[in-house]
């Protein structure tokens, strides 16, 4: 329930009492009453993001890192998690449909979303609900793009600043008697804040509604091209400080070229004493990029493309009692080619390091039972099991070349149970507290079992499994809202690469703290909100690396974990026409090394942006980003070893402007 300073608000009011959201049961309910941390940001003209972050982020409990462009590495209620760990824990949606299948998911996954054209997106933290399958380990976000079936409105957004960077969007709608068609092209072009670096990307997303008898359809295409210029990083101790250094590019040959398509249908009607959904989906990626992260430089290609369909039902058996199941089913054919062009680097040999295909299938029932005790009490409790089977076939030569272990064909399968108990109690009309028990799990990654190296044998990796137990409170009044949740939590069979670059399967995690969030309309002229967290997430567990600075310690915090962070926005509105808004975004310090000998001191950030409306149909808005022009970086790290950095941006400004017809 976070309030961003880019929600509409009304004069008097906040805007959205008691949100409505569908990511904790496909259906649409109450994100007040239901027992899991999750935040509606609701999405307003003239907010055309350089980066999703700066969306997601005003989220309690989420920290999303910004790399080079439009990459990302993501935390949410967790350590910022790398690769197939940062893939794999995290579930992506759009429209309640997966962005990627998920053996083959993307650390970078939020690029695809079409945040451009989203009404809202709603983030769960934690574990959550048996609506999700694999994946949903530290939370799911779910980007909610306008409905082909209700009125939308045709605008046109045009933005420029900094760095020369240009972005527009058009959105038109085409409403008939018996049908409505939306198109939306969003276009950008980014210079480029680092030398040798930027990115261009475009997007399409059509979105058609009718309905079919009683059923109503909603068909959505969406599209992603992106063509980006890479900027590594760079090293040094604080060398994000340094101006001689931090706009500059040690690998100016890095790139990344990324199409990604989405088809899906989504079917749904009332039935007697309850809703069905029915949702089948087509899924389409192609990427290629150099890893300018590894001394290889090698280039990666992969892909993947995957068909599958989602079912939901929803009935009242009694006035108290709702039951709920689902069936999802998919087969995903995916692919990964890893060519090492440049001269031999220690054991990163030059040649043809992997080169495989996987199939896989996935099937995954689901079931929850909802019932009221009294008007005061309700108990919930449900169970997902995803049974997911790989067939890999190796492209290539089965003998190492390097530190590259091919594996022979073989078969995994994996069977994850996940569950939920909880229960809700509701104090007042206003005030409601809630209890949960929840577990998240997924298989590993294909890229976690396929991908070895020198002297690992990964036979049958483990389930991961998250279980953590969650305690709440939520309040709503027409100018106050406010959440709070304290959460602990345990991760076992920790799935991910240590600093040698193995794959640990056996690993162990804590997680624990709290987290908030309020909005509150004191005046009709001022609204502040505010969220945040503070959080531990530590090692449960030794492992020798044989590096000092990255041996693993039982009681170690997890590298790439802060404590706290907290995101404010103060908004005045002297006059109906204008607004302005100035934000505070604090990120805690955190360690960049296993063995916490090397730590970033975090950053304060301030940020203001001004609105004029026009006319009731056009509007113009001003912003400046790092106000102080702070020195900070959007990500520090430790390998290799030496401190390494992607350097924040210094002070910019930009100028939008929104026109509705």
């Known amino acids: 329930m976070v309030i961003s300073p880019l929600l509409k608000v009304e004069a008097q009011e906040l805007e959205r009492v008691d949100p409505v959201v569908v990511s904790a049961t496909h259906f649409p309910s109450s994100a007040i009453d239901e027992p899991l941390s999750i935040s509606s940001l609701n999405i307003e003209a003239l907010s055309l993001p350089e980066h999703p972050a700066e969306i997601f982020n005003q989220a309690a409990g989420v920290n999303i890192q910004i790399g080079s462009g439009q990459e990302h590495l993501t935390s949410i209620r967790s350590p910022v998690l790398t690769g197939g760990a940062g893939a794999g824990s995290f579930l992506y949606l759009q429209d309640n449909v997966p962005i990627r299948s998920a053996g083959f998911a993307n650390v970078n996954g939020l690029f695809d979303t079409q945040i451009q054209f989203a009404d809202r997106v709603e983030i769960v933290r934690g574990p959550g609900d048996v609506a999700y399958g694999s994946n949903a380990v530290h939370g799911a976000i779910n980007v909610i793009t306008f409905d082909p079936l209700a009125d939308n409105q045709n605008e046109l957004n045009l933005k420029a600043g900094s760095y020369n960077r240009y972005q527009g969007n058009i959105v038109h709608a085409y409403e008939g008697e018996e049908q409505n068609l939306v198109l939306g092209l969003f276009a950008s072009s980014d210079g480029g804040y680092r030398e040798d670096s930027g990115a261009d990307q475009s997007k399409l997303l059509l979105s ?17 091209h992106l063509e980006q210029e890479t900027a590594g990083f760079v090293v040094g101790e604080n060398a994000y400080k340094q101006d001689d250094l931090r706009r500059t590019n040690p690998n100016p040959n890095a790139y990344r070229d990324v199409d990604t398509l989405q088809l899906s249908s989504q079917w749904s009607r009332d039935i007697e004493a309850g809703e069905v959904s029915i949702t089948p989906y087509i899924l389409w990626n192609d990427m290629n990029f150099r890893m300018h992260f590894l001394p290889s430089q090698a280039i990666e290609e992969n892909g993947h493309s995957a068909i599958g369909i989602m079912s939901a039902v929803r009935r009242d058996l009694t006035a108290d009692t709702q039951f709920f199941w689902s069936l999802d089913a998919e087969y995903a054919h995916g692919s990964l080619n890893e060519l090492q062009e440049d001269e031999t680097v220690f054991s990163y040999v030059q040649g043809l390091h992997y080169d495989y295909i996987v199939d896989s299938y996935m099937i995954s029932p689901s079931a929850r039972l909802e019932h009221a005790v009294t008007d005061k009490l309700t108990l919930q409790g449900g169970f997902r099991l995803t049974h997911t089977k790989y067939v890999y076939e190796n492209q290539t030569s089965s003998e190492p070349i390097g530190r590259f272990i091919r594996p022979d064909d073989r078969e995994d399968v994996f069977n994850a149970v ?244």
Do not use: C
Request: hydrophobic fraction near 35%; proline fraction near 3%; glycine fraction near 6%.
């Open 418 to 661: 996940t569950g939920k108990l909880a229960a809700r109690y509701k104090i007042s009309d206003r005030l409601l507290s809630y209890f949960t028990v929840s577990r998240g799990a997924r298989p590993p990654q294909t890229t976690d079992l396929y991908r070895l190296q020198q002297n690992q044998i990964v036979e049958q990796g483990s389930v991961e499994t998250l279980d953590m137990a969650e305690l709440g409170l939520k309040y709503a009044s027409p100018t106050f809202r406010a959440s709070l949740a304290g959460f602990v939590g345990y991760k076992k069979n920790f799935l991910f690469r240590d600093a040698d670059g193995f794959t640990v399967e056996d690993g162990e995690t804590t997680h624990s703290g709290f987290e908030f969030d309020f909005a509150w309309k004191f005046t009709p002229q001022w609204t502040i909100s505010t969220s945040g967290n503070w959080a531990e997430h530590k090692y449960a567990f030794d492992r020798d690396v044989g590096n000092d600075t990255e041996d693993i310690f039982d009681g170690n915090d997890v590298d790439t974990a802060p404590n706290s962070s907290l995101f404010v926005s103060l908004e005045w509105e002297p006059i109906e026409v204008i607004s302005t808004n100035l934000q505070f975004i604090h990120e805690g310090d955190y360690y960049t090394d296993a063995s916490n000998q090397h730590k970033y001191d975090g950053h304060d950030l301030v940020d203001w942006k001004v609105k004029w409306r026009l006319s009731n149909a056009s509007q113009l808005q001003f912003e400046v980003k790092n106000i102080f022009d702070e020195r900070y970086a959007s990500r520090a790290d430790f390998a290799f070893g030496n401190e390494r950095y992607f350097p924040g941006e210094q002070r910019s400004a930009y100028l939008s402007w929104n026109v509705q017809y």
């Open 208 to 224: 058609h509604g009718m309905e079919i008898g009683d059923w109503a359809v909603r068909t959505r295409l969406a599209y992603h």
